[in-house]
């Protein structure tokens, strides 16, 4: 089946005549005694027919979390040993650069920056994070190659979507990815998922999740599900958008600079098209007069919705680099998150709000 088919139908209940089409959101914190799983907080069904969709696309076994955050914290406890060493990518979310940041200030492990986009060469860590396409610089990191240094390898994977990229054939470790994101679309909820081939490994973050109670309640699961379902429709009018709208900014003279790894002048490119099936809805610009300039074209937008997050159906614009964690994110730059508004519309807004 090809991922587009799979997107569809995995995580259905059996075909049995007169049951449900779709998993039932199941409101029950315990479960009938008689199992060894009899506690929401283990085990619940309407997460497990989330975790079998987002599971069957990226081709391992998946755990899902209460958010990004929550599986991307799971994995870190349970791969990086007290006093280990973790590598982290220059670019990545900043909830992600705060984490191991802090890990690191308080003891917990030892941390190693590094550019993965242009590594120094392999390095020594228990734990390898990457995020490709990274977020909001879009970088691309050469995973296959990272994957061969040899420590496990985590990659956020969520600007890529499991449509667009599948870490876990490259070679990676695990596979995590903030479901609020494109995996859910609508804005409507947090949600996270870590997917990994090591059914051991898939155990661990399991019992962490059930430690720690980052569980995703029966409704989200059920909406992200439900977003799930059309992701593929999502992806191709978006990043159709993307592409056109990364092509048009390149052009205006407004804008310096324009990271967009659809674009054949992107660093990222040639990379980006060998290990994914497309290049995403995100387009980052630095628009010229620095931080200020672009607070000011955001306030302009009347289309295009100025506020954090991504990967809605609508699309939002938000200023970057204004946090510590990305102090080397240039100052105006503005990450676009791509919905599924008419291009020509989005554009007219956009070339506005540019001025
Ligand atoms: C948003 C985001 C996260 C965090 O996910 P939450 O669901 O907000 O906790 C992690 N990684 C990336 C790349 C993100 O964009």
Redesign the pocket.
Known sequence: MRPETRVVHAGRPPRIPGGPLNPPIVAAAPLHAGVEDDYARDHHPTVAAFEEAVGALEGGTAVAFS????A?EAVLATLVPVGGRVVAPID??S??KALVEEGHAAGRWQLEVVDLADPPGPVDADLVWA?SPS?PELRITDLAATASWNPPLAV?S??ATPLRQRPLSLGATVVVH????LIAGHSDL???VAVTTDPELADRLAHHRTRTGAVPGPFDAYLALRGLRTLAVRLDRAEATAGVLASRLAAHPGVRRVRYPGLSTDPGHDLARRQMDGFGTVVTVEVEGGAEAALEAAGRLELAVHAT??GGVETTVDLRGDVPTEAHVAPGTLRISVGLEHPDDLWADLERALG
């Open positions: 958010s990004g955050m929550a991307i990545c979310y909830g992600t995020e977020n956020d969520t600007f903030s479901a609020t994101k947090l949600s996270g997050s991504l």
